[in-house]
């Protein structure tokens, strides 16, 4: 079975969040992971936090959603579309995909 800090498990989880119409990006990166990228340890996405247990994941995400969007249905969808994803293309069983959002942007209109 694959580490959970594997990379590819973050990038999998990044690629199917952002595919959503309405999210906008996730965060900026927090003082305290600016302080652990400074002392070397490694932050791939400050919005993606995954923990494992005896094979078994919780992911965590923080998103920026764009105005106007409809947050309840895009959070059941994204956690639909991770789950399904994670335990399709790995050995992991996924507990919980939690979703906070945590902030808006306004879509710009060309």
Do not use: W
């Not at 494992?52 to 920026?64: H, K, P, W």
């Amino acid at each position: 079975m694959a580490p959970v800090n594997d990379i590819n498990l973050v990038e999998l989880v990044e690629k199917d969040i952002i595919s959503f119409d309405g999210v906008s990006r996730f965060p900026d990166f927090s003082l305290s992971d600016n302080i652990q990228k400074a002392i070397g340890m490694d932050i791939h996405n400050p919005g993606i936090r995954i923990s494992e247990d005896d094979g078994v994941l919780t992911i965590n995400c923080e998103i920026i959603v764009y105005f106007g969007v409809n947050i309840p249905q895009l959070c059941y969808d994204i956690q639909s579309k991770v789950k399904r994803e994670i335990e399709e293309k790995t050995d992991f069983t996924v507990k919980a995909v939690n979703i906070r959002v945590e902030g808006l942007d306004k879509k710009e209109i060309n």
